[in-house]
């Protein structure tokens, strides 16, 4: 079974060569994209030297995730962020996941990084809301090729392109978590932030975007909240 591993970057050249070096090891037959968005420091050499096909798309992790897909051959695609910790057998886990024929698809239970207890916290908030079909891109979404593209791919929008691809996955039949083991991600979004007002962006963003609010507006209030949290920290 041919993964795709498909990883959107943008000025991640500190933390890229780790991943792709332990996706390295698990697998030969893995294939590995990387798909930029412009980035201005090394990022671009340090993939290809680790022997990442790259390619370029507009910035945005929506059209970067999709201009992967559509040139993937793998039977399996796997959508990584590129400052996360793939766990050493987690390519070996994901097919053991999809032996059943009728799982689509999934994702691995996340952890953060993070030694503070706002990431203790977020550890245990992801897994009360995996237990109810919410998860997000940072925990390393997987799916069967021929879902992905029954279900139209992932929509090349400027935010919640990961909670709408995966809400019409989890529509579109079984999927599991792998629990064991288990995708550690950075906790470094939330550096000088409040997470009282965190918690509060994410309630509003999500009823802005079931309002129908468009995705292109949605992230230029996510990210002007992001500025206003940190200048007042």
């Not at 591993?5 to 294939?31: C, F, H, K, M, Y």
Request: aromatic share 8%; proline share 5%; with cysteine.
């Amino acid at each position: 079974m041919l993964i795709s591993v498909i990883v959107p970057t943008l000025n991640e050249a500190e933390r890229l060569p780790g991943l792709l070096a332990n996706l390295q090891r698990q697998s030969d037959s893995a294939e590995i994209i990387v798909v930029d968005g412009g980035s201005t420091d090394d990022t671009i050499d340090m993939a290809a030297r680790h022997g990442a096909r790259v390619l370029t798309a507009p910035t945005g992790r929506g059209q970067q995730l999709a201009t992967g897909a559509a040139t993937a051959r793998g039977e399996v695609l796997l959508f990584l962020h590129a400052d996360c910790r793939f766990p050493d057998r987690g390519l070996t886990a994901i097919t053991a996941a999809l032996a059943p024929p009728d799982i689509v698809g999934g994702n691995f239970r996340l952890l953060f990084d993070g030694e503070d207890g706002f990431s203790r916290w977020l550890d245990r908030f992801y897994a009360w809301i995996r237990r109810r079909g919410f998860y997000y891109g940072d925990s390393g979404v997987f799916v069967r090729r021929r879902v992905y593209d029954a279900l139209g791919g992932i929509r090349p929008i400027a935010l919640m392109e990961d909670y709408d691809f995966n809400r019409r996955l989890e529509k579109s039949g079984r999927t599991c978590c792998i629990d064991d083991p288990p995708l550690l991600t950075s906790s470094r979004r939330f550096a000088g932030r409040s997470p009282v007002g965190i918690v509060a962006g994410w309630l509003a963003i999500h009823a802005l975007f079931h309002l129908g609010v468009p995705p292109a507006r949605l992230a230029r209030i996510y990210d002007s909240r992001r500025l206003s949290e940190r200048r007042r920290r």
